[in-house]
């Protein structure tokens, strides 16, 4: 109290709170200098724009002081941290007269399965002539499909409520349906890092690869490689089973670069 009384100190208080309010300025700017900004769509939920950009889900509500996600409405403008301009991940197109699924798959070649999954469409049959969907840059990083069957998603990657233990948590992978004992194929060329069985993986591989990139294959019925062998691209690690924390058998799949996991949908082709 006696400080905040003496006239010398009233100065250097002022300019220290002025260069604090500065400085979070810059910090608030230089942390939006990489960034872009986004005009929320109908039917756009901050996990639907956070899984686009591949961004985390609280980066974009902290970014935009956001409490509520029940706050944002179509034309809200939101600036997406660490996101890079859309075409980079991909175009809109119009859907016209005729078109087909089918037909948009072949012309921009990317999968069926891929469009519906990224336009969170119920089925290939679902379009509506004018209706805009999103078509995905699929990244050319050579990683090929973990299993030899028609791959079907049972669960995406992103928040969900986890079906065991019935909260919500974030799955850092996919999930495929498989019967037990189906063949499970190491995705790309690398060194086996781990193996065995882990806690909520149940018996799981971990396979490094160049690049800083890692998958993961959990679920597991058996193990067919040892920790420290190399593996080439397409050659049998596994058989799909049901172990560790799961409701059926199936098969999760993971990719990581750098530690972190990414969508494994933008680097496979699920046709």
């Known amino acids: 109290m006696q400080l905040l009384r003496d006239s ?3 100065p250097i208080a002022i300019a220290v709170v002025l ?3 500065v400085f979070a300025d810059q910090s608030v700017a230089s942390a939006k200098a990489s960034g ?3 005009h929320v769509r109908q039917g756009d939920t901050v996990w639907d724009i956070a899984r686009k950009y591949k961004v985390s889900h609280n980066s974009i509500l902290k970014a935009n002081r956001i409490q509520s996600e029940k706050r944002i409405h179509i034309g809200k403008k939101l600036f997406i941290p660490g996101a890079f301009p859309e075409q980079q991940y991909g175009t809109w197109y119009k859907v016209k007269h005729g078109d087909t699924l089918s037909r948009i798959s072949v012309n921009h070649g990317v999968p069926i399965s891929n469009l519906v999954w990224q336009n969170r469409l119920k089925s290939a049959d679902h379009l509506q002539e004018n209706q805009k969907i999103f078509i995905p840059n699929l990244h050319s990083s050579g990683f090929a499909p973990p299993m030899r069957i028609k791959l079907v998603l049972t669960s995406n990657y992103g928040y969900r409520r986890h079906p065991v233990l019935k909260r919500r948590m974030f799955h850092h992978g996919i999930d495929f349906r498989a019967r037990k004992r189906t063949r499970v194929y190491a995705s790309k060329s690398g060194k086996i890092v781990r193996s065995g069985w882990r806690s909520g993986y149940g018996n799981y591989v971990l396979i490094k690869h160049a690049e800083g990139f890692e998958t993961l294959y959990g679920h597991l019925y058996i193990i067919r490689v040892k920790n420290r062998q ?3 691209k397409g050659q049998v690690i596994a058989l799909s089973g049901n172990t560790g924390r799961s ?8 990719i990581r670069k750098n530690g972190k996991s990414i969508n494994p949908i933008h680097y496979l082709n699920l046709r």
Do not use: A, D, M
């Open 8 to 10: 010398n100190f009233l």
């Open 19 to 21: 260069f604090s309010f």
């Open 36 to 38: 872009i900004w986004y």
């Open 230 to 232: 190399y593996v080439k």
């Open 247 to 254: 409701t059926g058998p199936h098969l999760h799949f993971e």
